[in-house]
């Protein structure tokens, strides 16, 4: 998709207030509310924009401990990659997973309420992955930069 400067400005702006009205929207990137509506429907078709979410602070609701997890798995072959990518992506505690090249083969972000919500995800769920050889688990101490918005500087 090609992007203008009004489309910059869509994504910039949504992405810091996601329940943005249109018409504060329009006013905020210089358009009038019926274009800009338009570009924000072809934006969400075009999948740009995947959905509108809260971003809720993980210590206000119990979660206390973020954890990153590295995996390595036995087999490389495409069958064990799915079926652990599908394992893993039913997971609430992994809020986000990646594949990933280095000493490791998958890199996760887990949050959990404490070191022993942790200690039973590990035992009672991570260790029983499908094709799981090696886990290495790293706390996060505190979270210098919490999940910001993408930056958009090299669109038009």
């Known amino acids: 998709m ?3 400067r009004y489309d910059r400005k869509i994504l910039e702006s949504l992405q810091a207030e996601g329940r943005l009205a249109n018409i504060d929207l ?4 210089g358009l009038s509310p019926s274009p800009c509506s338009r570009r924000v429907r072809l934006l969400e078709k075009s999948g740009v924009i995947s959905g509108y979410s809260a971003i809720l602070d993980r210590e206000k609701v119990g979660l206390n401990l973020t954890v ?8 490389h072959g495409e069958k064990e990659a799915e079926a652990f990518r599908e394992a893993v992506s ?9 594949l990933v090249s280095g000493q490791s083969d998958f890199h996760l972000q887990v949050v959990v309420p404490d070191l022993r919500a942790y200690e039973n995800f590990l035992t009672g769920t991570l260790l029983k992955l499908p094709g799981v050889r090696d886990i290495r688990s790293n706390f996060a101490i505190q979270t ?6 993408l930056p958009l500087r090299h669109l038009p």
């Open 68 to 75: 990153f997890v590295d995996i390595k798995v036995e087999k």
């Open 144 to 149: 210098v930069k919490p999940q910001s918005p």
């Open 2 to 4: 090609k992007f203008d």
């Open 26 to 29: 329009a006013a905020d990137i």
């Open 90 to 98: 039913l997971l609430p505690e992994v809020v986000m997973a990646h």
